[in-house]
C-alpha cells in the first residue's frame, strides 16, 4: 500500500511542480523527500528508485550540473536539426510585435495582458464622419452602374473622396490627413463595404500605399511633398510589387534598379536604371505616383557598398519618360480600378528612393513590416463589412419571403445557414475592431494580420455562399436590383491578394508564429546563430520546463483539475478556460511537431496548416470574448455568443484531431492525444436549438439584428442611390403588423370566405376587404407592405440582344421578334423601361414606418 501513495504522491506532486515550472530543484526536492519517506516506512524499493530519479533530475535540471555534461551535447545536436533562417526571414520574423499571440503560443495566457488594451472608443470627429461623410460616399453608389455602366466610380464620387480626405485617414493632421485611429479606419472601411470597389479604392491608398511608407521611412522632404497631396486627393498612389514571376513569393522580385550616372540638362546625375513589369496593382490605371519595390545592384560600386543591394523602394512619378501605365486588369466580379506598369531601363534619380540612398537595400523590412499592420484592416475590415450587409439583406428578404404560406425564414433550411451567417458577421466585427484597438496601442501584429486575412477572408467566402443560396433566384439574376451578386462575384479577390489564402494558412500563420511567438525558439537560434552556449543552455532549458509545463497544465484542466483564472463573466468564463486549457495542448503539440520533425516541418504544410488553425480560432475566440466583456450586451446576444465559441471550439478539436492523426511519429501521436483529449472531444457543432432561436433574432427587428449591422449605411434620403438594407429595415420594423393580417387572410382563404382564384397576395387583400374580413386602415397598409415586399423580390430583365457587344452576331432564332423594339441596348445592358418604371417609383416611395438608429 506504501509504495502506491509514494508513487500517486510523487506523480500529483510533479504534476504541481511541472504545472508552476517551479524547476528541476523543486522536483529534485519532492523526489528525495518521498524516497527518504519509502526508506523509513518500508518500502524501501520505492524509496530508492525515487532517490535515483532525484538524483537524475538534479544532474540534468540543476544549471551548475547540466552544464559541464548536457548542455554542450544538447548545443551541439541542436546546430545539426535547426532549420536555417534565410536572411528574408529573419527580416520577417523580427517585422512586428508579439502580443496576445505570444501569450496563446506560451500554453499559459495572462488574460489580465489581454484585457489592459482598454477601448476609449472613436473620437467625436471619427464619429462624425462615420455617420455623416461614409453615409454620403456610400449613398452615391450603384452597383450596377459602378460594375456594369461605368467600370469606375461616378466622378462625383471621385471628387467627394478627395475633398473629404478618405485617401489621408493615415496621414496626420499636420501633413493635411485626418490622422484617423485604426479603429476608425477599420469602421469606415467596413461602412464602404457596401459597394466592393468603393472600398478598395478607399482602402488601398491607407494601407500598402505610398503613404505609410513615407510616414515611417520618408525622409523630411519626401513627407513634406508627398503627404500633403496624397491627403486631399490631388496625388492618386499606387504601389507595384507583385510581377508574372512574383507574386506570393515576393522575395524573387525579378525587376532591377542599377545604380549608374546619367547627364541630365548638361549635369551629371547619379540614379537607377529601372527595368520592371508589375501586374496586378490597384489604382495603377489612374495613379500619379507609383511606389515601385525593386532589386537594387551597384555592379560599379559607385555608391561604395555591396554590389547587391536588396529589395529596395522608391517612389516614381507617373510622368517619369519611359512608364507604361494606364491599361486595366479586368478583376473577376468588380471593376475596380487595376492594371499592369512596365518600364525598360527608365532613369531616376537617388531621391527617389522612400527614406532616400541610405534606405537601399531596406525595401524588405519595410514591405512586411507595413504589411502587418494593413493586413489588419483593409481586408479583413472590407469582409467584415460584408458580412454585415449581407445579413441585413439576407435577414430581411428570408422574413419577407413566403413559400408554403409561411416566410421561408421559418423553414430550418434556411435557418441553419442564416444562424452561421450570424455568427460569421459577428465573431469578424470583434476580431477585427479588438486588433485594431491593439493597432492603436502601438502593437504591430505580424502573425494575427495573417490570421485575420485569412479567416475573415475565408468568413466572408462562407457566408456570402450561405446568402446566395437563401436568396436563391433573387441573387442569380444579374441586374441593377441584384445588390448581392456583384460582391458575391468579387470575392475571389479578397482569397487572392495580399498573400494569397492557401499560402497564408499553410506557411505564414504558424510557420511565422512558431518562431516570432514561441517565448524560446527565437532565443535558442539567436544562440545558434552567435555560437553563445550560455544562452542557449538558458533559452533551452526553460524551453524544456515550458514543455514539461504545458503537458501537466493540458492534462490536468482536461481531466478537470486546476481550472485556468480568468476575469470573465459567467457566459463567458467557461470558453475562456478552454482557451487557457487548448492554449497549452497547441503549445504542447506546436513543440513536438517542430522536435520531432525539424527543418522538415517547413515541408510539411498541411500539418503547419492545422497547427495554424487551432491558433487561430483559439485567436479568435479571444477577441469574440474581450469585446463581449466590454461591449453593451443587448437582449438575445448571449445565444449568438455560444453559438460562436461552440463553433470555434469545435473547429479547434478538429484540427487537434488531423494533427494527431497525421504526425508521422505515430507512438508521439497518440501520447500527444493522451495528454490534450483524455476524455476525447468536448465540442461538438452549435445545437439546432440555438440556429433556430439565432435566425429568429437577425430576421425580425430586434436589438440583436441592429447591433450586427450597426455602422453600415441604413438610411434611405432623397437624392442617394436606392438602399435596400433600409428598405428591408423599414419592411422589418412593420412586420409584427403584418404577419397577422397574413395568417387571417390565409385562414379566411382555406375556408372558402375569400374566392378561389384570388391566388396573389394582393387580390386576397381587396377581396378581404370587400367582405369586411380587413377594415380600411389594415386594408391600406397591406396594399403598401404587399407593394414593396413585392418590389423587392422583384428581379431584372433586359432586351434580348442586351448582352452581346457586337449586334451583328445576335442569333434570333427565328423567332417574330421585332428587333427595334427589343430595347435597343447598346454598350452596358440596362434594364427594360417597365421595370426601371417601377424601380424609380419604389426609390420614391417613403417608409410607412421610420427605424431609428
Not at 391 to 402: K, N
Amino acid at each position: 500500500m506504501m509504495p502506491l501513495i509514494l508513487i500517486a504522491l510523487a506523480v500529483v506532486g510533479l504534476l504541481i511542480v511541472m504545472r508552476r515550472e517551479a524547476g528541476a530543484a523543486a522536483a529534485a526536492w519532492l523526489l528525495a523527500i518521498l524516497g527518504l519517506s519509502g526508506v523509513l516506512f518500508d518500502a524501501e524499493v520505492t524509496g530508492f528508485v525515487l532517490l535515483i530519479a532525484a538524483g537524475l533530475v538534479a544532474v540534468c535540471g540543476l544549471p551548475s550540473l547540466r552544464r559541464r555534461w548536457l548542455s554542450p551535447r544538447a548545443f551541439a545536436m541542436f546546430k545539426k536539426i535547426a532549420p536555417k533562417v534565410s536572411d528574408t526571414e529573419r527580416t520577417a520574423l523580427e517585422a512586428g510585435s508579439v502580443a496576445w499571440d505570444g501569450e496563446l503560443f506560451s500554453g499559459k495566457p495572462d488574460w489580465n495582458q489581454l484585457l489592459a488594451y482598454r477601448d476609449d472608443g472613436l473620437t467625436e470627429e471619427e464619429r462624425s464622419f462615420l455617420e455623416h461623410q461614409c453615409s454620403v460616399a456610400a449613398g452615391m453608389c450603384s452597383a450596377w452602374e459602378i460594375a456594369r455602366e461605368r467600370a469606375d466610380l461616378p466622378p462625383e464620387l471621385w471628387e467627394y473622396l478627395k475633398k473629404e480626405g478618405f485617401f489621408g485617414m493615415i496621414i496626420p493632421k499636420e501633413y493635411g490627413g485626418l490622422g484617423f485611429s485604426a479603429k476608425a479606419q477599420s469602421l469606415v472601411l467596413q461602412k464602404l463595404s457596401v459597394n466592393e470597389t468603393l472600398m478598395v479604392t478607399v482602402g488601398v491608398p491607407n494601407s500598402l500605399g505610398p503613404g505609410e511608407l513615407l510616414l515611417k521611412y520618408g525622409t523630411e522632404e519626401q513627407k513634406k511633398y508627398y503627404l500633403p497631396r496624397l491627403a486631399d486627393g490631388r496625388e492618386i498612389p499606387c504601389f507595384g510589387l507583385t510581377g508574372p514571376r512574383a507574386g506570393s513569393d515576393a522575395t524573387s522580385l525579378p525587376d532591377t534598379g542599377v545604380v549608374c550616372k546619367q547627364e541630365i540638362d548638361g549635369e551629371e546625375v547619379l540614379g537607377l536604371r529601372m527595368t520592371f513589369s508589375k501586374r496586378w496593382i490597384t489604382l495603377a490605371p489612374v495613379a500619379t505616383v507609383v511606389g515601385l519595390a525593386f532589386r537594387m545592384f551597384d555592379p560599379e560600386r559607385l555608391l561604395g557598398g555591396e554590389e547587391d543591394l536588396g529589395i529596395t523602394c522608391a517612389l516614381v512619378p507617373r510622368n517619369t519618360p519611359g512608364m507604361q501605365i494606364g491599361r486595366r486588369h479586368h478583376p473577376i466580379g468588380s471593376p475596380f480600378l487595376n492594371g499592369p506598369i512596365h518600364g525598360k531601363d527608365i532613369f531616376v534619380p537617388l531621391d527617389t528612393i522612400i527614406g532616400g540612398p541610405e534606405m537601399a537595400g531596406e525595401g524588405w523590412r519595410m514591405l512586411v513590416e507595413c504589411l502587418s499592420v494593413g493586413r489588419c484592416v483593409t481586408l479583413p475590415s472590407g469582409a467584415s463589412g460584408t458580412a454585415r450587409y449581407a445579413l441585413g439583406w439576407t435577414g430581411g428578404f428570408a422574413r419577407i419571403r413566403r413559400q408554403f404560406n409561411v416566410p421561408v425564414a421559418e423553414m430550418e433550411g434556411v435557418q441553419a445557414p442564416l444562424a452561421r451567417m450570424a455568427a460569421l458577421a459577428y465573431i469578424s466585427q470583434a476580431v477585427v475592431y479588438q486588433t485594431a484597438n491593439m493597432i492603436d496601442h502601438g502593437v504591430k501584429p505580424a502573425v494575427p494580420s495573417a490570421i485575420l486575412k485569412y479567416h475573415l477572408t475565408e468568413f466572408q467566402r462562407l457566408l456570402l455562399s450561405d446568402a446566395m443560396d437563401i436568396h436563391g433566384g433573387k441573387a442569380v439574376t444579374v441586374g441593377p436590383r441584384n445588390y448581392i451578386g456583384i460582391g458575391y462575384s468579387a470575392n475571389p479577390v479578397a482569397i487572392t491578394v495580399e498573400g494569397a489564402n492557401i499560402m497564408t494558412r499553410n506557411l505564414m500563420i504558424f510557420g511565422q508564429g512558431a518562431i516570432r511567438c514561441h517565448p524560446y525558439v527565437l532565443k535558442e537560434l539567436d544562440a545558434k546563430d552567435k555560437d553563445d552556449a550560455a544562452a542557449f543552455d538558458e533559452a533551452f532549458f526553460g524551453h524544456m520546463g515550458l514543455i514539461f509545463g504545458n503537458a501537466s497544465r493540458a492534462f490536468t484542466q482536461a481531466i478537470g483539475f486546476g481550472k485556468a483564472d480568468t476575469p470573465f463573466d459567467a457566459v463567458a468564463a467557461p470558453y475562456a478556460r478552454d482557451i487557457s486549457r487548448l492554449s497549452a495542448g497547441f503549445s504542447l503539440c506546436a513543440d513536438a511537431a517542430m522536435a520531432s520533425l525539424g527543418s522538415q516541418l517547413k515541408t510539411r504544410e498541411m500539418l503547419s496548416a492545422r497547427l495554424g488553425d487551432v491558433l487561430s480560432n483559439l485567436y479568435l475566440l479571444s477577441m469574440l470574448l474581450k469585446a463581449w466583456q466590454e461591449g453593451d450586451q443587448v437582449e438575445g446576444e448571449d445565444k449568438l455568443l455560444h453559438y460562436s465559441a461552440i463553433y470555434l471550439l469545435y473547429h479547434t478539436e478538429q484540427a487537434f484531431v488531423e494533427i494527431f492523426d497525421n504526425l508521422p511519429r505515430r507512438g508521439l501521436a497518440k501520447t500527444l492525444k493522451a495528454i490534450v483529449m483524455p476524455l476525447g472531444r468536448r465540442w461538438h457543432m452549435p445545437r439546432d436549438h440555438l440556429s433556430k432561436s439565432i435566425a429568429q433574432l437577425v430576421s425580425h427587428h430586434t436589438p440583436l439584428r441592429s447591433k450586427l449591422i450597426r455602422d453600415t449605411w441604413d438610411e434611405q434620403k432623397e437624392g442617394q442611390k436606392d438602399n435596400p438594407l433600409a428598405r428591408y429595415t423599414a419592411l422589418l420594423a412593420q412586420y409584427d403588423r403584418a404577419e397577422p393580417l397574413y395568417r387571417k387572410l390565409n385562414k379566411a382563404y382555406a375556408k372558402g370566405e375569400l374566392p378561389v382564384d384570388a391566388l396573389h397576395p394582393e387580390e386576397r387583400v381587396e377581396a378581404a376587404h370587400r367582405k369586411h374580413i380587413l377594415n380600411d386602415d389594415d386594408t391600406a397598409f397591406m396594399r403598401e407592405f404587399e407593394a414593396e415586399v413585392l418590389d423587392m423580390l422583384t428581379v431584372d430583365d433586359f432586351a434580348f440582344d442586351a448582352f452581346a457587344l457586337d449586334k451583328s452576331k445576335v442569333n434570333w432564332h427565328g423567332t417574330d421578334v421585332d428587333q427595334n423594339e427589343t430595347g435597343g441596348l447598346s454598350g452596358a445592358a440596362e434594364a427594360t423601361p417597365e421595370v426601371n418604371s417601377d424601380r424609380e417609383t419604389s426609390r420614391k416611395r417613403k417608409p410607412k414606418v421610420s427605424v431609428n438608429k
